[in-house]
């Protein structure tokens, strides 16, 4: 690793020619990526790969797991407040290690839990230190090494993230299906303390200031930056820009969460078996993932408001062709705008608040950002359960928010976003 000014002799005898440096900002990329696998245990899809044994073992119904997941992740969505405001007084390296460890030592508690009291109590715990605290610092630690290329490392990160959970999903779940669930979440949070915790503690530096380096490792780049140009929390919120990119994002959590918890019935609704649901879902996290590279890529040298706008209306598309699809290549082609959809969002979501807002209150500002996503997630499954119940289709709820969508497309095509500060 080089991190020190030295040089090189270049071709032509007598010049002299400076190094290319390593930027130890990437280091915190991959760090952050990790820690935001270790969310695994307080995301649905986490919880979603014990839900069958769990509910079997503590004799607990559908509806009454479905309420402690709802309270869960309300409740669990509060953590945020206070997170922000300690990762900018505190930096993220300690706060990423403690958030890591408790986490772990409350899955391994939760794999014990023998009553219905306990298991609320810790998939509270869980949803508020997984989904939402450590998701909070995750983002922040990122945000804190990046300017001049943020949207680049998110788009990096959100690569490497998505490959991590690729990974991680299928293990956790072959172990559930050969050990039980317990073993299983007690592994989960093993690897929490024993994996995750200390390569946070090792390698993770909070700011370039704080480890003696400069924003993005090539002062002559950018611009001299004064922090007191940086939004407060309270500035952010004042700010439309704020509002529009927040609940676009949040908008596609919700459909996200709603379809990815009751996809296997949508397509049923249209005649197609539950292998079809499977074969979508791969699709839709494959194509996720060239979205994040493509998205970052664009951004680099785009604007965020066009990637937002596009990936609104990909996703206006998408919902209101859901309704119609009739043929298993219209599956898959609706799954492909899905994850190019979700791929964009997923970078203006991570990007967005360091470009517009500066770095000194990013962990405040993000945290509030990241409450409405967890809200949003929490009610989309319950919009969709509505919906059918009260109309035998979830047709209306698809064209809905299909127009949601592109009403918010058109909204961030106008609203002014503050500073419009050069990358």
């Known amino acids: 690793m080089i991190d020190s000014a030295s040089s090189l002799p270049d071709a032509r005898p007598g010049l002299i020619v400076p190094a290319r440096r390593f930027y130890y900002g990437w280091v915190i990329v991959a760090v952050a990526a990790l820690a935001m696998v270790g969310t695994l245990p307080g995301r649905t899809q986490g919880l979603g790969l014990i839900t069958e044994p769990l509910i079997t073992d503590l004799a607990i119904d559908r509806i009454e797991y479905a309420q402690i997941n709802l309270i869960a992740t309300l409740v669990g969505s509060l953590f945020a407040f206070g997170v922000g405001s300690v990762i900018d007084r505190r930096g993220s390296r300690v706060v990423v290690t403690v958030i890591a460890v408790l986490l772990g030592l409350v899955v391994i508690a939760m794999s014990r839990s023998t009553t219905v009291m306990a298991l609320l109590v810790f998939v509270t715990l869980t949803r508020g230190l997984g989904q939402t605290a450590l998701s909070i610092v995750s983002l922040a630690m990122v945000g804190k090494w990046f300017r001049r290329r943020l949207t680049w490392a998110m788009g990096v990160y959100a690569l490497v993230m998505s490959i991590g ?24 949070g093993v690897s929490l303390l024993a994996a995750i915790a200390p390569v946070s503690w090792i390698f993770t530096r909070s700011t370039p200031e704080s480890a003696g380096r400069e924003m993005d490792g090539d002062a002559t780049a950018t611009r001299i ?3 007191s140009e940086d939004a407060t929390l309270g500035g952010a919120l004042a700010s439309p820009a704020f509002w529009i990119f927040a609940v676009a994002s949040s908008l596609y959590g ?18 197609f078996a539950p292998e079809v649901y499977h074969s979508a879902l791969a699709v839709t996290a494959m194509t996720g993932l060239a979205g994040n590279f493509a998205a970052g890529a664009w951004a680099e040298r785009g604007s965020l408001r066009s990637v937002l706008v596009t990936a609104m209306a990909v996703l206006g598309a998408a919902l209101a062709a859901l309704p119609h699809v009739s043929t298993t290549l219209h599956v898959m082609l609706q799954a492909v705008a899905m994850g190019i959809a979700g791929g964009f969002v997923m970078v203006v979501f991570f990007s967005f608040w360091g470009r517009t807002y500066g770095q000194t209150h990013l962990g405040r500002i993000q945290g509030a950002a990241q409450v409405m996503t967890v809200i949003a997630s929490a009610v989309g499954p319950l919009i969709l359960a509505w919906c059918v119940e009260s109309t035998g289709s979830y047709a209306v709820a698809f064209y809905t928010l299909a127009a949601t969508v592109v009403v918010l497309g058109l909204s961030a095509l106008v609203v002014r976003i503050p500073g419009e500060r050069p990358v």
Do not use: K, Q, Y
Not at 254 to 271: D, K, Q, T, Y
């Open 165 to 188: 959970f690729m990974l991680a999903f299928p293990a956790v779940g072959a172990l559930v299906l050969a050990s039980g669930w317990r073993t299983a979440w007690a592994a989960v």
């Open 225 to 227: 930056h004064d922090a």
């Open 254 to 271: 919700l459909v996200a969460s709603g379809i990815g918890l009751f996809n296997e019935s949508v397509l049923a609704e249209r005649g």
